[in-house]
């Protein structure tokens, strides 16, 4: 063993573009956890299942990160503010 990472040839080189990454933050309107996989645009697209708020994480660098927040269809008077516990 010379110490350097295995290649494997079966994944093919663009196995490499692939990121397993799983991203996991707060949702906006209730708090509860909300976790997903980013997808080839480097977007995460979850959906709130305690709020049905639907959320669309961009990730533009390390150090910024956007996140489109939506309120359900058909309850757009939906509470979007942050609250205070
Ligand atoms: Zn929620």
Redo the contacts with the bound molecule.
């Keep these: 063993m010379d110490g350097k990472k295995e290649y494997n040839p079966s994944r093919g080189r663009d196995a490499v573009l692939v990121d397993w990454t799983i991203y996991s933050w707060y949702?906006?309107?209730?708090?509860?956890g909300?976790a997903g996989l980013k997808n080839e645009k480097n977007q995460i697209k979850v959906k709130?299942?305690?709020?049905?708020?639907e959320m669309v994480r961009t990730v533009k660098s390390r150090r910024h990160d956007v996140i489109d927040v939506y309120a359900a269809a058909g309850d757009e008077r939906f509470d979007l503010e942050l609250r205070r516990y």
């Design positions: 949702c906006p309107n209730c708090r509860n909300v709130c299942e305690v709020c049905g708020v």
